[in-house]
């Protein structure tokens, strides 16, 4: 009694509460979706078995729903950036820019997914809210600057996709990649957790630009140097980047094929774009400790992972130590962003767009042919070129791509990271860009060797019955060539010349 | 006993903090020691209950820090649900219940050798930074209203989110979890 009458005062000092200013149109992108998903959440509880077969397009079209107000705050082009809650949220082009590769990406994996779901007897409706939940996750992350909301957001992303590594129950393949997948990202978002609380205890604000201000102001102390440390492990853990990559060949492997292009994509750009946020805007002044871990990851990632790639026989195997080699090439404008972090942010942007539009594409050309063939065998793709010639020629578009050949959009996206690299102008700098440019030749081998599977070799068991591919692959496939061509041939007009989009993504 | 003094607003005398102090080094023994037991027992039920007197010590610190939130948080999350969940765990799958020979792993040492240099690393670094820090004098415990208010307007998004996430969570569990 005694307590509760001394807390008495206290409690009666409780300052008003005041309602913050929201800027609506700024979270319109979000809340569209968060209303779509609760909506159709809703319309399958009270639907149930009758209106399952539409939750694919009603998911696609909250997809779509959700870039009308991406694209009315891209043209209101003045009223950028959009400061919200005094920086801890913020709308401008890069954030946008990111949200559109998110979105469409998303549409694109639910294209994939209609015809696999509903042949395959999964709970489709419920895979659909998860993917929902997982990209809304994935647009606040565009726009999060401050620690707790980034860590939030790369929960509401990653959990989901845990679950739905699991999806195909009955297969222990599927249950081991769940738990895999689920064990290490855990244990990554404690590491990651413990860095972000260092920082904060040395920052004392959760705010990247706080954290930014308030180191440049003192000396780097080692406990500001262990923050940086751990919250680049935890991130190199979602970008499934060596040495913390063994979860995602298996994980790949066992998950349903559409969530693997959804994790190989999408969860893999959110992971860097949190990274990328983090690094740019909350360690500016830290690159001594920062670019050299940037530097070792960047190496290793792109080296091992294109060496194992080079043994696989599965293709669901090679594209996921592929999408790790491609994770190298990505992390390497970090290992010199305080030289040129505009050009760094951009030529990441201009990657992930890019390599999402070509990964998705073989992973649509992967599930058609799976249905066929019934395996994942780089050998049963033998023979397809006199089967299913347009489906061969569309692969062979994005294994151009993602060697690097022009005018395909992986080489722009390639020549955007030497750039950068070489603009550096260090002796580091212009080693890592020696080594990209042999892992470069190293990836073509087998990448090339696909393309010569399906072009020249006989068809294994000289079954040659054209495979049906259904409308909705059928598009996604559409989507992902054109996008790969005309990024790539837009970028043969831009070479020499991209800085009004590293100008724009860079401007604050 | 503290709060009731912190609550009071009144700065701590040289007795309050000798107190906390006191309170503070038997807090921090307790925990080293059942942390220490926790990874050695051989049985995993015990190696829970454990858990559970680390996690009360936590709990006892940050009422010393005067952080009620986190501390009230600690034992409703830590002690509540993680504990019923883990022990539930345990006697719902078929793991043994009681000691086991074979519980240590064969790499107990390198792991060992691993946990000392962790805590020779950390150890320097936050000594070096905060070794020298002391309490604020008139230091306030951290009243759950300023939080809510924070959480309902700077946090708004993430705790919406959150939510999300919760429902989302709910959702796939209960898929993955039924029977079919």
């Known amino acids: ?508 | 006993m503290i709060v009731a003094l912190l609550a009071q607003g009144t700065p701590l005398t040289e007795t309050g903090l000798w107190i906390a102090n006191t309170f503070f080094y038997l807090i921090a023994f307790v925990a080293v020691g059942a942390a220490l037991k926790m990874v050695t027992t051989s049985n995993v039920v015990h190696a829970a209950l454990y858990l559970l007197v680390v996690l009360s010590a936590v709990a006892a610190t940050y009422v010393i820090l005067g952080a009620e939130f986190a501390a009230v948080t600690q034992v409703l999350v830590y002690l509540g649900a993680v504990m019923v969940l883990l022990l539930f765990g345990v006697m719902l799958t078929r793991a043994k219940i009681g000691a086991e020979d074979d519980l240590d792993h064969e790499q107990r040492w390198i792991g060992g050798l691993v946990a000392v240099g962790m805590l020779a690393v950390m150890g320097y670094s936050l000594l070096e930074a905060y070794g020298s820090t002391q309490l604020p004098a008139d230091m306030q415990p951290q009243r759950v209203g300023p939080i809510s208010d924070e959480i309902f307007s700077t946090y708004i998004v993430p705790f919406e989110a959150l939510s999300v996430l919760l429902l989302a969570a709910l959702i796939g569990a209960v898929v993955v979890a039924r029977r079919d």
């Open chain 1, 1 to 508: 009694m005694s307590i509760l009458a001394s807390l008495a005062p206290a409690i009666a000092q409780t300052t008003e509460f005041v309602r913050p200013a929201i800027d609506w149109h700024a979270f319109a992108p979000e809340l569209v979706l968060l209303a779509w998903g609760a909506l159709v959440t809703v319309i399958d509880l009270i639907g149930g078995e009758r209106t399952r077969r539409f939750m694919p397009s009603l998911t696609g079209i909250g997809f779509l729903l959700a870039m009308i107000p991406v694209l009315t705050l891209w043209s209101q082009n003045d009223d950028l950036p959009r400061v919200l809650f005094d920086g801890a949220y913020m709308v401008d082009h890069y954030s946008l820019v990111l949200k559109g590769i998110f979105l469409v990406s998303a549409y694109v994996i639910v294209l994939l997914s209609s015809n696999y779901m509903a042949e395959g007897d999964y709970y489709d409706a419920e895979y659909y809210q998860l993917i929902a939940a997982s990209v809304l996750g994935m647009l606040v992350m565009t726009s999060a600057r401050d620690l707790i909301s980034i860590f939030i957001a790369l929960e509401l992303m990653s959990i989901p996709a845990y679950l739905m590594a699991a999806w195909r129950k009955s297969d222990l393949k599927s249950n081991e990649a769940g738990l895999k997948y689920m064990l290490m990202g855990v244990f990554a978002s404690g590491i990651l957790l413990y860095g972000m609380s260092l920082l904060y205890g040395a920052a004392a604000d959760t705010r990247l630009v706080e954290i930014a201000d308030a180191i440049d102001t003192g000396e780097t102390t080692p406990i500001f140097t262990l923050g940086v440390l751990f919250t680049i492990i935890g991130f190199a853990f979602k970008v499934s980047a060596v040495p913390f990559h063994t979860w995602a060949p298996d994980t790949y492997e066992g998950a349903p094929t559409p969530l693997t292009a959804f994790l190989a994509v999408a969860s893999k750009a959110g992971g860097f774009v949190a990274l990328v946020s983090v690094v740019l805007f909350a360690f500016p002044h830290q690159w001594e400790i920062a670019e050299p871990v940037m530097w070792i990851l960047s190496a290793l990632t792109m080296t091992v992972g294109n060496l194992i790639a080079l043994r696989q026989t599965n293709i669901v195997r090679m594209l996921a130590y592929s999408g790790i080699a491609q994770a190298g090439y990505m992390l390497a404008p970090l290992a010199v962003y305080s030289k040129v972090p505009d050009l760094a942010q951009s030529s990441i942007v201009t990657y992930l767009l890019i390599y999402a539009a070509m990964n998705l594409g073989a992973f649509a050309v992967v599930i058609i042919a799976a249905r066929k063939t019934r395996s994942g065998d780089i050998e049963s793709y033998g023979g397809m070129f006199r089967y299913a010639p347009g489906i061969t020629v569309a692969m062979t578009v994005f294994l151009f791509s993602l060697t690097g050949i022009p005018p395909m959009g992986g080489w722009f996206a390639k020549f955007q990271i030497f750039n950068a690299l070489l603009s550096a102008e260090t002796t580091a700098a212009t080693v890592l860009a020696i080594i990209a440019a042999v892992n470069s030749v190293i990836a073509a081998y087998y990448y090339l060797a696909i393309a010569k599977q399906m072009w020249f070799l006989p068809a294994p068991d000289g079954d040659h019955s054209p495979i049906v591919v259904p409308p909705a692959l059928m598009a996604a496939v559409a989507i992902t060539v054109i996008v790969t061509i005309a990024t790539g041939s837009v970028g043969v007009g831009l070479v020499g010349d991209a800085t009004d989009f590293v100008e724009l993504l860079a401007s604050p």
